[in-house]
Structure formats: structure tokens, C-alpha cells
């Protein structure tokens, strides 16, 4: 089968053709129909994760997947030939990737249904991105009429935790810099747009004196928007090791690890079938021009960047 991999640290993505996988106890293969790429793809071509991970080459890329069940493991009894599937790659190693025809993955973790009306499309920009999002979102425990401020509004992820946080009923400020994308954070629910290449701080404030409920953190470097936060609120971010990188005294500071548990998919699907949330498709790539959709990502993104496997 083709797919895109990396047949040592040292070399760059190419297709290249490996054999069809067969799904072990506790797996099913997906016949892929539609990837994402994520930061996490291109600090793996990169050789970043060197020494973090067990590498088995060829390395496969790609985590988010759409597609098909096509082989059921032993002891799988909760999915069907035929089903319509979509999620991330969850193993304790890299090699073994969505940037294919073909993926295992374990049901235990990482996969769950589709809705017949979610595309697959849209589906392969959900996994990691909803996740972390509806994790997010969850630990901030937003209320009604709160002020919530998303940077990194215009990735992924931020624009599902927008989406979730306007449907929560909070006032919300996101960031953006061109026209374009003031207008896609606006058309998804934020009531207030603001440059993220000026003052973060004295935009937010001229809108919110005395500051947010809420810092849904996704993009940049966190001490520049934590004095923005009330006393008694919340700094929720995906770009911490842990709390105490953001030592602050008064504020619930929160450190996010996307868990793709098959629970937290259902509701991601569920979110995406019933309009609650929409994912913003920026540019489709067949997986040939894999490493064209890195360079874009790579440049910024204003949603999501997919592989098309036909």
C-alpha cells in the first residue's frame, strides 16, 4: 500500500510502498479515506521526537483518520466490516500511521463511530483538534454570561473551543490578525475579534476592564495573556508541561493532554452531526503532495489542512 513515511531520522517524508497491515487482538484496520495534518506530524518528520518515542521504520506519519473498517482483530466485538470510523493513532510507538491506505488501530483507544452525515472529510479534522478542544473546554468549566478569551482562535483547535465556549452561553474574544480570519472567528460565534500581532493585553482589556473569566490557550507564549485573567479564573492551555510553568497566584492554571477516550470522540461526532460545531476544511491535498500540505501548515493555517485517500 502507499503511504508517506520516513525510513530514517535523518531523511525527508516520501511515498513510498509498504505491506497492508493486519489488525491484532484488540484492533480493527481502517481503509483511510481522509487525514489531517498536525503539528505533532511535522515535529515527527522533523526527527524531534528522537529519544521520546520508540521509532519503528519505515514511520508511517499521521495521527487524525477517517474511513472504513475493513478487518476486525480477536476479541473486537464492538465494530463491524463496513463501519464508518474516524479518530487518531494511539500507540506507545511511532511507525504506524494515517498517512496511508490502511491503519491499524486499537479499539480500546483512539477510534470511535461516525455519523453518516459527518464527511469524512471534515472527520479527519476532528480527532485531535475536538479532543484537545473538548478537553479544554471541559476543565475551564465555563458558565453562562462568562468572558472567555481563545488565543490561537484560527487553528483547529481553537476554533472548536470557540465554537463550544460561544454554545456555552460566554462572551468570547478571539484572536485573529487578517480580514479574513477576523471574519471566520466572528462567523464561527466570537463576539469580539482582536489583533494577536499588537497588545493582546490592552486590546482585551479596553473590551474587558476588568478582565476575563477564562484563557483558553492554544498558540504562543502563555505569561504574555495570563495577566488577563480575573482573580479567581481560569488559564487553560495545550502548551504546558504542566501548572507550574505559569506560576500565578489566584488563577486555576490547567494543563491539557488531549485523551482521545472512544467517549470523547462520540461527543466530538455527536457535536459535528447535530451543528453544534463545524469544522473549517482550508485546503485538501491528495497524499502525493503530503509534503506540500507540511509547508503550508507550517505557514499558518486558518482551519484545517487534509489528506485525500482515495
Partial sequence: MKVVALRAFDSEPEITEVDVPQPAP???????????????????AKGMLQGAMEHRFPVVL?????????????DVEDYALGDRVFGVVTKSFLGDGSFGEYVTVPTAV???????????????GLGLAGTAAV?????????????????GATGGVGQQALQ????????????????????????LGAAHAIDYTGDVVAQVRAIAPDGVDVVLHFAGAPDAVVPVVKPGGAFVSTML?????????????????????????????????????T?????????????????????????????SIA
Fill in 135 to 151: 478537553d479544554a473546554i471541559d476543565a475551564a468549566q465555563i458558565s453562562e454570561g462568562a468572558t472567555v478569551l481563545v488565543v
Fill in 279 to 307: 469544522v473549517t476544511v482550508q485546503h485538501v491535498y491528495d497524499l502525493a503532495q503530503t509534503p506540500d500540505a507540511f509547508g503550508h501548515f507550517t505557514a499558518g493555517t486558518l482551519g484545517k489542512i487534509i489528506i
Fill in 164 to 187: 463550544l465556549a460561544a454554545r456555552a452561553g460566554a462572551t468570547v474574544i478571539a484572536t485573529a490578525h487578517t480580514e479574513k480570519e477576523t471574519e471566520q472567528v466572528i462567523a
Fill in 26 to 44: 484488540g484492533e480493527v484496520r481502517v481503509r483511510v479515506h481522509a487525514a489531517s495534518v498536525n503539528g505533532f506530524d511535522l515535529s515527527v
Fill in 241 to 277: 508541561m504542566s501548572p507550574a510553568d505559569v506560576p500565578v497566584e489566584g488563577v486555576r492554571v490547567v494543563a491539557i493532554y488531549a485523551n482521545p477516550a472512544p467517549e470523547t470522540l462520540e461527543r466530538i461526532a455527536r457535536n459535528q452531526a447535530e451543528q453544534h460545531t
Fill in 62 to 74: 499521521g495521527k487524525d483518520f477517517a474511513g472504513v473498517v475493513d478487518a476486525i482483530g480477536e
Fill in 110 to 124: 483512539g477510534i470511535a463511530k461516525l455519523p453518516e452525515s459527518v464527511e469524512f472529510t471534515q472527520a479527519a
